[in-house]
């Protein structure tokens, strides 16, 4: 995942792993995971939470439907933080 979001040019990256805390969900079931992101990156200024959130589900890509089944978002640009 931080390997595909670094398209985002991202100042800062934390990824938590939360699938542990979903044992015997359905979708954790399937392998995919349950993830918490937060990302500040430059490209995210000026832009809404929803085309924030589509930028990160883009640079993830095939991922999404693959090996996450659930992410939070908190994507900031520099000056949010």
Known sequence: M???LQALAPEN???????????GHEGAKGGGGHYDLFI???RFAGRP???RHRMVYEALGDLMRRDIHA????????NEI
């Open 71 to 78: 992410l939070a978002i908190r994507a900031l640009a520099p």
């Open 40 to 42: 500040v990156s430059p």
């Open 13 to 23: 990256i934390e990824i938590l792993d939360e699938s542990g805390k979903h044992a």
């Open 2 to 4: 931080e390997q595909r």
């Open 49 to 51: 939470t929803l085309a």
